[in-house]
């Protein structure tokens, strides 16, 4: 072969392989700074948010506890206010990214920097995106579980949640079906201006702690479609790994059944335990 034949050929084999390469990482590059974040790369569980969540029901008991159980979970810099816990039954049938799911935990009010506010102590749920989504962006502390929430079948006059981790039953709360409206704005209000805290807590590849937060999560775009109270009752079991029960239920406060339309917002960090 003339020897100018090869030098062409060798150095567009070169070129072809430059302009392979350069793709190659190109597109490396262009997967990494997308807005989708999570794993796997190729195929992550969830989207980035806002996530929007329509006709999202809930059912929360509010209930006095003991107040030394609740001084060793609540964690600093956030302070007990009163010896209170909020059960949480809620479910989720239309959720944009994230499906269709039910989910069960408690809420604690708490005291930041002088403001009142939620600290969000446990969450249940059955639903992997879900999970994955909350504890990766916010720092949900969410758990696999199998909660419920429906009108009982057979009397069809109480609303029931429950909750079960594996087989076992760990959680069951009633209420009168919509005995008695609520005002609808106090909910609203309630879910636009409370602030809500999570503890956001991601290990680093060698085990030792990465990322060690305090997150406010904030909601927007709250719409309630109605809300309800009636007579209200919780019972709580014990579990080694669904420990709801380690905040017992001395006398249950009030129930509160509504439905609301909602976007969970991106986070901020409020304050970081590494620094």
């Known amino acids: 072969m003339d020897p100018v034949i090869q030098v062409f050929l060798a150095g567009s084999l070169i070129l072809i392989l430059l302009l392979i390469t350069t793709t190659t990482v ?95 102590l446990s969450m249940f749920l059955d639903n992997e995106p879900a999970i994955l989504a909350g504890r990766e962006i916010w720092g949900f502390p969410k758990k696999y579980g199998l909660p419920s929430l429906k009108v009982d079948p057979v009397s069809r006059d109480t609303l029931v949640g429950r909750l079960y981790y594996g087989e076992l039953e760990v959680a069951r709360g009633t209420m009168g079906y919509k005995w008695q409206a609520l005002p609808t704005d106090d909910i609203k209000k309630y879910l636009e201006d409370t602030p809500n805290y999570l503890i956001k807590v991601i290990p680093d590849v060698d085990g030792s702690p990465k990322i060690h937060q305090l997150v406010r999560y904030h909601l927007g775009n709250v719409t309630v479609h109605g809300a309800w109270t009636g ?41 970081d335990y590494q620094t």
């Open 26 to 120: 190109a597109s490396v590059e262009q997967k990494s700074d997308n807005k989708t974040l999570g794993m796997p790369i190729n195929s992550p569980a969830y989207p980035a948010p806002p996530n929007r969540f329509n006709n999202r029901e809930y059912f929360i008991i509010t209930y006095e506890t003991d107040p030394a159980a609740l001084e060793k979970v609540v964690p600093y810099p956030l302070k007990v206010t009163e010896p209170i816990v909020k059960y949480e039954f809620i479910r989720m049938p239309d959720s944009s990214g994230l499906g269709d799911y039910t989910e069960s935990g408690q809420v604690i009010p708490v005291e930041f920097n002088g403001t009142r506010g939620l600290f969000v």
């Open 231 to 271: 007579p209200t009752e919780l019972e709580l079991f014990r579990h080694a790994l669904a420990p709801v029960a380690d905040l017992p239920v001395k006398k249950v406060v009030s129930g509160v059944h509504f439905i609301s339309d909602l976007t969970l917002l991106p986070g901020t960090v409020e304050y």
